[in-house]
């Protein structure tokens, strides 16, 4: 396939994605690699994003399946995240109520099904520049497990 809509802006017109590696660029150009303080900057900050895509273009060169392969991905650990955070949230529950902790995982695995297989997902995972969304919630997630 091709790239489309705003795949094209972000990765083939994107001088941060496709010029010489350099890491500082990154955290100073907006998602469009446009220098951030230019008066024409919409001021979207995203560099873990346009990070992310510059390897994906130095690993496959602007081949859409290398980047839909990592939003796939990406799409999957979240879903996974799901599951431990509904796994987590039941245990916090139970622990509020002095209830056993001992739950059946089946309820978990099917709060991260249903979340796997939603459509209203389809457009973070399927434009590769829905890759923001994702990692936005590998993060939050993530870091909701990580609280004591």
Not at 2 to 17: A, S
Not at 23 to 52: K, Q, V
Not at 107 to 136: D, K, M, Q, W, Y
Request: charged residues 15%; glycine residues 6%; proline residues 7%.
């Amino acid at each position: 396939g091709d790239l489309v809509m705003d795949d094209k802006h972000t990765l083939r017109d994107n001088p941060v994605v496709r010029g010489p590696f350099d890491i500082r660029a990154h955290f100073a150009a907006d998602y469009w690699g446009g220098p951030i303080e230019h008066a024409e900057s919409h001021r979207s900050y995203r560099p873990l994003t346009t990070l992310t895509f510059a390897i994906n273009h130095a690993v496959h060169g602007l081949d859409p399946i290398g980047f839909h392969a990592v939003n796939l991905a990406l799409h999957g650990l979240v879903s996974a995240l799901v599951v431990f955070v509904s796994a987590r949230v039941a245990v916090l529950c139970d622990t509020a109520c002095s209830r056993p902790t001992s739950r059946p995982v089946a309820p978990h695995l099917l709060a991260g099904l249903l979340f796997a297989v939603h459509p209203v997902h389809t457009e973070a995972v399927a434009n590769i520049s829905g890759r923001a969304e994702l990692l936005a919630a590998v993060l939050a997630l993530a870091s909701f497990l990580a609280a004591p």
